[in-house]
């Protein structure tokens, strides 16, 4: 095609298109608790097999893998890590395209799971459990590599690189220390590449702080087949088969599991599999915690408390830059402030852990900085009465409802506290008491109306945070060309959708969610189109917000708190 007598240049989408393409397959290493590895015989083929498959377009090679568990052997296990990598270019591959071949764990089945594989598609003739010696002699050579590869990074921990069949040599590999402080510091690099940490002091804090030892432990979400609840899987620092999965997720920046329904650190097994969520221990993630921390403006001399230890991450990064002496830490679980405060130890710092209601602070003292690590729907009235001149507080508002996260910033002068509420990319987990509003698996059941929409959903987090707190109760879901908002206590849904040029909404249920939605974008509209809000703490029990100019603007107030539980050292 030419356009003017030149050739137009090709879209990238169209250049990776015309691309060739190597085949993918996933296999999946299904053990028993005596070791034995799982082979099938497949009606197509005249050797015994893996299960596993071709890896199809819409999936990654752990989503194909958990796919053809559930349809040759009706087995809905999630899928672990990766164990080996076998690739061939295409002049060794009998298909005439390069074929790459990845090779996933399995938790072990125990001998009723493994009483009940069944052959729901009809393809698997018969199924056996052989060991690693059956395995090599019933098996092609190179099928036969990959159990023995996989079997040796189940044991080891690692992941394995075959080419044909044939391991590759692995190079000598640096001290889990070392590895951990390259993963740090490859973190710290990526956020301050991305223009979010600028604060050198924070920076060399956060590559002081060694995370190995303050996250020995974590979950990990694996995948599973369709229709079935979510599941995380337990990885353990300390041996070898997860650490290099381990230590890429406890460096990977975001939000770290480590604590499920308030059970006892040291209570969990390497391996155990949760589902359906319910996860009480959790870091915050690096990108809202560095954030925070500079907003707060921290200098020498200054006194900090913070609302909610956790793992102690932050905890540690404030011990850098101030001082052990200058942190008080307040945590309500009893598990997580040990933990915190053993680990903590062990990193040569040593501030004041306080086990209690993080609601309370310390009655009596005033500190320079206070930081909530947990989402409130109000500002604490307690640790409001604790800034000194000067001091300011750092808490995340939430309406209850995923989505539209917010920041209050609190400064003292004297006896005025000035406050201004903004939106945020990414939320903190509520606090205890928060009721959390979340969206249902599907729409509700009634009758459907469908109009047109005058307005086309915006994308100002300034009105989206207004219609968080003026319409209570609702719960989004952004999509590519969709946005669905509910209203679970009324079963009540609306869908707004982009169908050739113009947005059309889909409702059901007794609210007018969408409806509403159009009237606070009026509002929204006249107040001046606020991206942020002043908080009026006159009276701390009586948090105003208000934004925008003129005779219009936006209010509301937030709720009020429950009376703070004691705190003990």
């Known amino acids: 095609m030419l356009r003017d007598g030149h050739r137009t240049p090709p879209r990238r989408r169209d250049h990776y298109a015309l691309l060739p393409a190597p085949m993918m397959a996933a296999a999946v290493l299904v053990t028993d608790t005596s070791g034995r590895v799982l082979v099938l015989d497949p009606s197509y083929k005249d050797h015994l097999e893996l299960p596993g498959g071709m890896v199809e377009a819409d999936e990654s090679p752990a989503q194909a893998a958990a796919r053809e568990l559930a349809e040759e052997l009706g087995l809905t296990v999630p899928v672990g890590r990766l164990l080996a990598v076998d690739t061939s270019s295409a002049a060794a591959a009998r298909h005439g395209r390069a074929l790459t071949c990845m090779i996933f764990a399995a938790p072990a089945l125990t001998p009723a799971q493994a009483g009940q594989l069944t052959f729901p598609d009809g393809e698997i003739r018969a199924a056996y459990w052989l060991s690693r010696d059956e395995a090599a002699r019933r098996l092609p050579a190179r099928l036969a590599a990959r159990v023995a590869a996989g079997l040796d990074a189940l044991a080891t921990g690692g992941v394995i690189h075959l080419e044909r069949g044939e391991p ?22 990526r ?27 974590c979950y990990i979400r694996r995948p599973t087949a369709a229709g079935q609840p979510r599941a995380w899987q337990l990885l353990d620092g300390a041996d070898p088969r997860d650490r290099d999965e381990w230590l890429a997720w406890i460096h990977d920046g975001d939000s770290v599991l480590f604590q499920h329904r308030g059970e006892p650190l040291d209570a969990a097994e390497r391996g155990q599999i949760v589902t359906g969520g319910g996860f009480t221990g959790m870091s915050t993630g690096m990108i809202t915690a560095v954030e925070g921390l500079q907003a707060l403006g921290l200098a020498a001399g200054d006194r900090v408390l913070e609302s909610g230890t956790g793992p102690g991450l932050v905890t540690a990064a404030l011990c850098e830059i101030l001082g052990d002496t200058a942190v008080t830490t307040i945590e309500a679980d009893p598990h997580l402030a040990e933990a915190a405060r053993e680990r903590l130890a062990r990193l040569g710092h040593r501030p004041r852990v306080v086990r209690g209601d993080g609601l309370a602070g310390r009655p009596g003292e005033r ?29 995340p508002i939430t309406t209850g409802a995923v989505g539209w996260p917010a920041q209050a910033m609190v400064r003292r002068t004297g006896d005025t506290l000035d406050a201004v509420l903004r939106p945020v990319a990414s939320g903190h987990r509520p606090g205890l008491g928060v009721e959390l509003v979340t969206a249902p698996d599907r729409m509700p059941d009634g009758p459907v109306t469908v109009r047109p929409s005058r307005l086309a959903p915006p994308e100002d987090a300034g009105f989206w945070l207004a219609v968080g707190h003026l319409l209570p109760g609702l719960v989004g879901v952004a999509g590519a060309e969709r946005l669905s908002l509910y209203a679970p206590a009324e079963e009540s ?35 001046g189109r606020p991206g942020h809000y002043r908080l009026d703490l006159t009276d701390p029990a009586v948090q105003r917000v208000d934004g925008g100019a003129g005779a219009h603007p936006l209010t509301w107030q937030l709720p009020g708190h429950l009376a703070p539980a004691a705190v003990t050292s």
Do not use: K, N
């Open 493 to 527: 849904c609306s869908i707004v959708q982009s169908e050739g040029g113009s947005w059309v909404v889909e409702g059901t249920g007794p609210r007018s969610i969408w409806a509403e939605v159009e009237s606070v974008h009026t509002r929204w509209i006249q107040a």
């Open 168 to 189: 590759t040599a692995p190079p000598a590999g640096p001290t889990v220390r070392e590895r951990a402080a390259q993963a740090r510091a490859a973190m710290v690099d």
């Open 191 to 217: 956020l301050a590449a991305d223009g979010v940490l600028t604060d050198p002091d924070l920076r060399r804090a956060l590559l002081a702080v060694r995370r190995e030892v303050l996250l020995p432990l």
């Open 367 to 395: 500190f320079d900085a206070i930081l909530l690590s947990f989402a409130v729907r109000g500002l604490p009235p307690a640790l409001l009465e604790q800034l000194a001149d000067g001091g300011r507080l750092l808490a």
